[in-house]
C-alpha cells in the first residue's frame, strides 16, 4: 500500500545499546519528519528535513541523529539509548510543509529501553 | 514559540448526540495552519479536518465542524451524531512555521452505547 512505511513496529533496547528507526514513503514527498509520542504530552517533533540532503532539528533532537540521502527514506538514529527515550515514535511526510497539504504519519513504533 | 493547549483529558458522549472538544493555543504570527487528528487504538494518526487562520469561515466535514476564534486563540471540535467508532485520541495541531507541527497533549474521547 502507498504511503509512509516504518520499521520495525516495536523493539526493546537495552541502555547504551544503538538502532536505526526505518523511515520510507513512496509519494515523492519532499518534507519529511520524527515525531515521538509521550502520555499527556501529544507529539515532540525531534528531527525534520525538507528535502534531500537538508536535516534540521526540532523540539527534542538531543540523542537522536538524522539523514536524508534519497527523497524516499528519512532514518532516525539512537545513538545510545536511555530509558528517557522509552516512546512511540512516528514518521510523517508532506508534499510542501504541513501549512497547506495534509500530513501522513506511519503506523508508528513502540520503542521500550531497558 | 508556539503552544496548543487541551485542557480535558478524557470526554465521554452518548452515541448519537453530539461532544466538543476545546483547543487554546498561542503564536505570535499572523497566518497559521490548525488541525484536529484522530488517533484511533490501531495509533494510526489521521487528519480530521483542517482550519486556515485567514479564512473566517468554520471548517466543516460531515459531522465534524470546528468553531475557530482567532482573538481568542481558540480552535474546538465539534463531532455530531457521535459514532462508536468516533472513540479515539484526538489532537489539537498548530503550524506556522511550514515545517514543524505543535500538538496539543491530547483528548481520550469515550462513546457510550
Known amino acids: 500500500n502507498a504511503g509512509v512505511t516504518q520499521t520495525p513496529k516495536f523493539q526493546v533496547l537495552k541502555t547504551g545499546q544503538s538502532m536505526t528507526l526505518q523511515c520510507a514513503q513512496d509519494?515523492?514527498?519532499?518534507?519529511m519528519s520524527w515525531y515521538r509520542q509521550d502520555p499527556g504530552m501529544g507529539l515532540r517533533l525531534i528531527h525534520y528535513?525538507?528535502?534531500?540532503?537538508?536535516?534540521d532539528q526540532g523540539e527534542v533532537p538531543n540523542g537522536y541523529n538524522v539523514s536524508r540521502s534519497t527523497t524516499e527514506d528519512f532514518p532516525l538514529r539512537l545513538l545510545s539509548a536511555a530509558p528517557s527515550q522509552t516512546s512511540v515514535y512516528f514518521c510523517a511526510s508532506s508534499r510542501r510543509g504541513f501549512s497547506a497539504t495534509e500530513a501522513f504519519f506511519g503506523q508508528g513504533t513502540r520503542l521500550t529501553v531497558v | 514559540a508556539q503552544t496548543v493547549t487541551q485542557s480535558q483529558p478524557e470526554m465521554s458522549v452518548q452515541e448519537a448526540e453530539t461532544v466538543t472538544l476545546s483547543c487554546t493555543y498561542d503564536t505570535s504570527e499572523s497566518d497559521y495552519y490548525l488541525f484536529w487528528y484522530k488517533q484511533p487504538p490501531s495509533r494510526q494518526m489521521i487528519l480530521v479536518i483542517r482550519q486556515e487562520a485567514y479564512k473566517q469561515q468554520n471548517a466543516t466535514e460531515n459531522r465534524f465542524s470546528v468553531n475557530f476564534q482567532k482573538a481568542a486563540k481558540s480552535f474546538s471540535l465539534k463531532i455530531s451524531d457521535s459514532q462508536l467508532g468516533d472513540a479515539a485520541m484526538y489532537f489539537c495541531?498548530?503550524?506556522?512555521?511550514?515545517?514543524?507541527?505543535?500538538f496539543g497533549g491530547g483528548t481520550r474521547l469515550m462513546v457510550k452505547p
Open positions: 509519494m515523492n514527498h519532499e518534507y
Open positions: 528535513s525538507v528535502g534531500a540532503g537538508i536535516t
Open positions: 495541531a498548530l503550524n506556522n512555521a511550514g515545517n514543524m507541527l505543535t
